[in-house]
């Protein structure tokens, strides 16, 4: 009886079927936010180094442990809570009510052409306009109060947002209009549905941007006539020469700048597949 033997040949790979990919190691992975972490190590470093051997005068660069055992101090005593909340205060309306402004507005403008022909000339004009250059007018009409730094912060706000928010109802699919249309959406229903969502994407960096010109407002407001507030703490502060104060203030503005902004950017992240693509 014969034995009919067959030979197995090796399977070679189809170049057309997908490979998975290796996994990523944790420097891989975590590669951004390690050398951020190692850049500011090494500055903070240096620079507590450079004071501790007197390479620089501590009076006018402070130094890292000097600047948090200040800080600590601020908050163990409550000294900047008052400070704290006039500022945060003032954010929280002044940047509100940009967005409740800016958001409608610009979705008006962006879909009705004469709206957007009439307001336009004053809304470039007062985009172009810095905001520092009004504050004599701001304190005259509202005086020294926080209704001034509620203004400048709305002023440095608005505009951004405006702005983007005209542009992301601008970039609309107009298939997306005919296919409501033919379904006989009315102008609300085209709002709600195809104007807003959008315009989401650019509405969203146009808040990044927003809250970079509130913040600012929020430190020459209160610098330039305010009792209390950040910007009202880092200019008595810097008038005395208390350098570690000043750069509380500082940190306090940066830190809550820059959780914000990456608030909104994992926010943004969410919606960038609603953003138009260039020639799409």
Sequence with gaps: ??????????????????????????WERN????LGALAMTIFLLF???????EWVNALFTSSPSRIVTTGHGMFADG??????????????????????????LGILMGWYGR???????????????????????????????LE???????????????VNTITGVRTINADFVKVA??????????FMTVALPSSVPLLLSGLRLGLGHALIGIVVGEMYGA????????????ARFQTDAVMVGIIIIASTGVAMTELLRLIEKRFECWRPTVGG
């Design 148 to 162: 001034s730094k509620i203004a400048i912060v709305f002023l440095g706000a608005v505009f951004p947002i405006l």
């Design 1 to 26: 009886m014969d034995v009919v033997t067959t030979e197995t040949e090796p399977r070679t790979l189809d170049a057309s079927e997908p490979r998975l990919a290796p996994p990523k190691s944790f």
């Design 31 to 34: 590669e951004h936010a390690l």
């Design 181 to 190: 249309r033919s379904f006989g959406a009315s102008d609300r229903q085209l």
């Design 79 to 104: 000294s900047i809570w008052p400070h704290l909340k006039v500022s945060g205060y003032e954010f929280a309306v002044g940047f509100g009510m940009a967005i409740v402004t800016g958001v409608p």
């Design 115 to 145: 709206l957007n022909a009439i307001l336009d000339p004053f809304v470039s004009a007062l985009y172009a306009t810095p905001r520092i250059a009004l504050l004599p007018l701001i304190m005259i009409w509202f005086g020294i109060g």
């Design 227 to 238: 009792t209390h507030g950040i910007g009202h703490l880092i200019a008595v502060s810097g």
């Design 47 to 53: 620079w507590e180094a450079a004071v501790a051997f």
